[in-house]
């Protein structure tokens, strides 16, 4: 079974797009799709519940009150179906590629050793996926670690603390940190698995704030690897410079 993880808060223009995207990925594969509204206050959650009558595969959870995608995504980690084999995360203003992610399905399962699998993604302006027309290349299409880029296998999530709730900026690129610590068994290829949706409520927008979140998950790594001698160094896990990925996504404009 595949498990797309979907956290939710004020998404309303986006998270229909999300959820259909997710539908489409798993044409041989058992699929569950799950939801957790971080206590938006927008129409989020009438959108997800209709659309929960559409699609037999989606799993909607909400929190009480707004406690952060970190809290959220944990949820859902919590909520896996004992069938997972596999885990995919995509947030609420993104699109996956149809069918993107039985490329990394079966890079995987060519390769039962491998623990996880990367492709690339492309920066859009969000106007542009609204048009429902191809796509330019002249949009950036980048080679890099990014959460949603993804696919990992479930046993491997659950040998991770989940993520990690102090942090405001940078907590998926810690979560991926902290696999890279425990296992070198990373896939890459060359196909696209999701569009980044450039818009003015993107967390990228704050380039001062996720340096600051950047810098704080360094530091976490370094202190834990100096606690435990026995764990890899991150550096194996970035295929191109953090920096030089950050200015091709800052200079797309929402």
């Known amino acids: 079974m595949l498990s797309i993880l979907i956290p939710a808060y004020n998404a309303d223009k986006y998270i229909k797009d999300a959820i259909l995207s ?64 596999y885990v995919a995360f995509l947030d609420a203003d993104d699109l996956f590629f149809y069918n993107a992610l039985q490329n990394s399905m079966e890079l995987l399962h060519q390769n039962p050793k491998a623990d996880y699998a990367f492709g690339k993604f492309q920066v859009v302006k969000s106007e542009f996926l609204n048009i429902h027309e191809p796509i330019s290349d002249e949009w950036p299409i980048i080679s890099g670690v990014t959460l949603s880029a993804g696919l990992y296998r479930t046993e491997l999530i659950k040998k991770i603390d989940g993520f990690n709730t102090s942090l405001a900026q940078g907590e998926d690129l810690d979560f991926l940190i902290r696999i890279a610590e425990i296992t070198r068994a990373q896939l890459t290829h060359d196909n696209t698995v999701f569009y980044y949706r450039r818009h003015d409520s993107n967390a990228t927008k704050d380039a001062r704030a996720m340096q600051s979140g950047l810098l704080r998950v360094l530091l976490l790594h370094a202190l834990r690897r100096k606690k435990d001698a026995t764990l890899f160094d991150a550096k194996g896990l970035f295929r191109y410079e953090g920096r030089k990925i950050m200015e091709k996504v800052m200079n797309v404009n929402g």
Not at 28 to 47: M, Q
Not at 61 to 85: C, D, H, I, W, Y
Request: charged share 30%; proline share 3%; hydrophobic share 30%.
């Open 22 to 85: 997710a539908s489409r990925q798993a044409d041989e594969t058992d699929l569950e799709i799950l939801v957790c509204n971080d206590a938006s206050t927008d129409n989020t959650a009438e959108i997800v519940r209709s659309l929960s009558h559409q699609i037999k595969s989606l799993r909607y959870f909400e929190q009480p009150e707004n406690m952060g995608v970190s809290t959220a995504r944990n949820r859902l980690l919590e909520e896996l179906s004992p069938k997972s084999k």
